[in-house]
């Protein structure tokens, strides 16, 4: 089994990646603006089962929020996300490469899936700023 490190890496990359691949790739920096969008995105996904070092932390979000501040510091990433100006921008680190083709390197799951939880988070976090 993959550590919990390994497992948020994996979360945090898919998600940026979904994200790329709905189309938007800023967010806000704000881990109080943030947060509550992971938690809601984290506990209406059907696949957290397969991350059970994450389901059992006390906190899934802020394991998540914690695992994208540090993104933009890993140097071997296919997804990154980098902060600056209040937020966050998704960065796929691997040249030339559509969203399609980066989701082989980000695990095992299909980019829909990875979309499929993107839509949750963006969905929370616009509702949140209405």
Known sequence: MASKKQQVIEVVEGLGLG???????RVTSSKDGLEPALNHAWSHWDHTSDYPLIERAQRPANELWAGIAGSNLRTNAAVVWREGDGSFV????????????????????????WKALAALFLGELEAGEG
């Open 19 to 25: 994200m790329a691949a709905i189309g938007e790739k």
């Open 90 to 113: 998704v960065d796929i680190t691997l040249t030339n490469r559509t969203p399609d083709e980066a989701a082989r390197f980000v695990g095992d799951r299909p980019l829909n899936e």
